[in-house]
């Protein structure tokens, strides 16, 4: 038995990076391909890849998220915002704003963590499937009954050892810096909502001249964010299930290629990177619902970005014939974390 399993799921890596590893492919972020990636920048000029955090508006995305909700602490019983402090002693000058804010952490911009997606499968060889994540990390029971987080209240949140190993904050710990590598989609297929499987993929690596390498960090560019962007908070709910390119998250050949190229973290502009509305295959047997998030997530330990804001850093590398670029991208250090707004930039 390594770790905490005795059976590993095909094509993983469980144990690959030690048995009780909490950073999957991080680790492939190593002191030398930091160096190698701060070489790709030539001019300096710098592109926030973040939507602002009240993106995409509304809750026709994801219903069970919500956006961010602002509002200020208190100073005595009151608004602690504009507040003169003169009030409570007449010598005081100072003006202060204090505020508070309650943010479902995958709403915009995010990063999933290596808890946001687990399996159930058999990784302890009694023959019965348990709730596991990755690299044999235990989840616990389902919780049955309300979980109200959408009103203020403090709440109750059960934290299996899944929560406690492989929450967000590893991913910050790791300092998330290295290359990043652009594809992009939106110009061969602009708004047309299609399943870009491995083939066509590698296509468009050939046709750009884009060599992806162990430890890169892949960014695929759709238009989706921009679209978002576009929308000013009101997006319709076609354009939100309809539009833009997606990756086939149940194209076998595009599983091997994330598998074998050894990318360190998957990073799209788009909800999901693989389309999250697409009816499940006929037949009996046991499948995911989100293929590639198993894969990346659950069996190799490569945590998913998604929304993140990159048409102003595509046109740029386009107009310059580059495609490489030095990425910063940690989350929130929030211990326990499923996921996590980033504050991620892009240098040149």
Known sequence: MVGRWV?????????????DDQQGRLNLLTSD?????????????????SLPLDYPGGRLLNPRRFPPRIFTTQRGGLANFNMPLHISDPRLTDVVCDDAALICLQYSTQWDSLCHVGGWFDADGDGEPEVVYYNGWRGGEHIVGPADNQTGDEFTRFEGSNAKALGIENMAEACVQGRGVLIDLERRHGKNRVQVGFDELANIIKEDGIEVEEGDMVCIHTGFAQGLMDAAKSPTEHDLHNTYACLDGRDAKLHDWIRDTGVAVMIADNYGIEDTGVPLP???SPIPMLPLHELCIFKLGIHIGEMFYLTALRDWLREHGRYRFFLTAPPLRLPGAVGSPPSPIATV
């Open 7 to 19: 059976n590993r799921p095909k094509g993983s890596n469980w144990g690959d990076f030690g048995p």
């Open 33 to 49: 391909r930091v160096v190698r990636a701060v070489q790709e920048v030539k001019t300096g000029d710098r592109f926030c890849l």
């Open 282 to 284: 006929p037949g009996n």
